[in-house]
């Protein structure tokens, strides 16, 4: 804590974390995306997405990053990642059945391959991520409130 | 396989650690350190998938477990004897190693036999489905329904969370106490 109580750490750790926030941020997206070629995945890169914020939490303070993203979009971030992997399962159904893979199988090792399974990623990703930095909020959250009681 | 002994060795010292050490950070640490343990041995046993979420996670759970206890005096709870707890945990350990002796040379090697429905998915994965990762193959495309499960269970546990710690909606210190006055 520095001597002018700004929220958040010093200095060195607002730099650092400036220059790489955005680089954990790019690297959860990478293994969302690529996971149907190596490993990884939605819930790993949704966790990593999660850490990236939780990184400018820890830096900068709660009121800096819930200012740009409060806590009512990151639940409608929730629900969209929940009802767009569900209706990903539902449109399954009108090609046969519940979760049928409708989408072309495509080329191995190719980015576009694997029908629905990269775009089922993404949507979990989205959930878990937001999911995951709602809990983190609300855990930070009550802890202050305790201290002020 | 040494070193998967090794790893499972350590990560049984870190439990104890964890569990003995008196500051609450130190327990924390220890705990990371069993986590890391963890994520080794996944590797080590050819799960990369698993390791890279085990890892993750282990990181998002100890930034919460440390923020819970890094300010807080949080004094160790330390009452009754040691005798009696001790007596009972060894003779735990004891009945759980012979009924272990009895048990486990009855199960079935690491990875052997490999179940038909596993075979079906080493056969079919990559043509039925296009994903190279077969983990993926499995749990988006044969299992996904399991998957659906997961993602649910995530979303009832971040429901629950905010219900419980929600800021709207409570009532004030002052005005609880006002109320406990009346």
């Given at each position: 804590?520095?001597?002018?109580?700004t929220?958040?750490?010093?200095?060195i750790?607002?730099?650092?974390?400036?220059?790489?926030?955005?680089?954990?941020?790019l690297?959860?997206?990478n293994?969302?995306?690529?996971?149907?070629?190596?490993?990884g995945?939605?819930?790993?890169?949704?966790v990593?997405?999660?850490l990236?914020f939780?990184?400018?939490?820890?830096?900068?303070?709660?009121e800096m990053?819930l200012k740009?993203l409060s806590?009512g979009?990151?639940?409608?971030?929730?629900?969209t990642g929940?009802l767009?992997f569900l209706?990903?399962?539902?449109?399954?159904?009108?090609a046969?059945f519940?979760?049928k893979?409708?989408?072309?199988?495509g080329?191995p090792?190719h980015?576009?391959?694997a029908?629905t399974i990269?775009?089922s990623?993404?949507a979990?990703s989205l959930?878990?991520?937001?999911?995951?930095?709602?809990?983190?909020?609300?855990?930070v959250?009550?802890?202050i409130?305790?201290?002020?009681? | 396989?040494?070193?998967?002994y090794i790893?499972?060795?350590l990560?049984i010292?870190g439990s104890?650690?964890a569990?003995e050490?008196?500051?609450?950070l130190?327990?924390?640490v220890a705990?990371?350190?069993?986590?890391?343990?963890?994520?080794?041995?996944f590797?080590v046993?050819?799960?990369?998938?698993?390791?890279?979420?085990?890892?993750v996670?282990?990181?998002l759970?100890?930034?919460i477990?440390?923020r819970a206890t890094?300010?807080?005096?949080?004094p160790?709870?330390?009452?009754?004897g040691w005798a009696?707890?001790s007596?009972?945990?060894?003779g735990?350990?004891v009945?759980l190693?012979?009924v272990?002796?009895q048990?486990?040379?009855?199960l079935?090697?690491?990875?052997?036999?490999?179940?038909?429905?596993s075979?079906?998915?080493?056969?079919q994965?990559?043509?039925?489905?296009?994903?190279?990762n077969l983990v993926?193959?499995?749990?988006?495309?044969?299992?996904a329904?399991?998957?659906?499960g997961?993602?649910?269970?995530?979303f009832?546990?971040?429901?629950?969370?905010?219900?419980v710690v929600?800021?709207?909606g409570?009532?004030k210190?002052?005005?609880?106490?006002?109320?406990a006055?009346?």
């Amino acid at each position: 804590m520095s001597k002018e109580r700004t929220p958040g750490m010093s200095v060195i750790v607002k730099t650092v974390t400036r220059l790489t926030a955005w680089l954990i941020m790019l690297y959860g997206i990478n293994i969302v995306l690529h996971g149907h070629v190596s490993p990884g995945g939605g819930f790993a890169g949704g966790v990593i997405i999660a850490l990236s914020f939780i990184h400018l939490i820890l830096a900068y303070g709660k009121e800096m990053v819930l200012k740009k993203l409060s806590e009512g979009l990151v639940e409608v971030f929730e629900s969209t990642g929940a009802l767009v992997f569900l209706g990903i399962a539902l449109l399954g159904t009108t090609a046969g059945f519940f979760f049928k893979n409708f989408l072309p199988a495509g080329e191995p090792f190719h980015l576009f391959s694997a029908g629905t399974i990269p775009l089922s990623y993404i949507a979990i990703s989205l959930k878990v991520w937001a999911g995951l930095f709602a809990i983190f909020v609300a855990l930070v959250l009550l802890r202050i409130d305790k201290e002020q009681g | 396989m040494v070193e998967l002994y090794i790893l499972l060795i350590l990560m049984i010292i870190g439990s104890v650690v964890a569990l003995e050490v008196k500051d609450l950070l130190s327990s924390v640490v220890a705990l990371g350190a069993v986590g890391l343990g963890l994520c080794l041995t996944f590797l080590v046993l050819k799960a990369p998938d698993v390791a890279i979420t085990q890892l993750v996670v282990e990181i998002l759970s100890i930034i919460i477990l440390i923020r819970a206890t890094l300010k807080k005096g949080l004094p160790m709870v330390a009452t009754g004897g040691w005798a009696f707890p001790s007596v009972i945990g060894v003779g735990f350990g004891v009945v759980l190693l012979l009924v272990a002796i009895q048990c486990f040379p009855d199960l079935p090697k690491f990875g052997e036999p490999m179940l038909r429905v596993s075979q079906h998915y080493l056969d079919q994965g990559l043509k039925q489905t296009g994903a190279t990762n077969l983990v993926t193959s499995v749990i988006l495309d044969f299992r996904a329904f399991d998957t659906l499960g997961e993602v649910t269970v995530l979303f009832a546990a971040a429901l629950g969370v905010l219900a419980v710690v929600r800021t709207r909606g409570r009532k004030k210190l002052e005005q609880a106490g006002a109320i406990a006055d009346e």
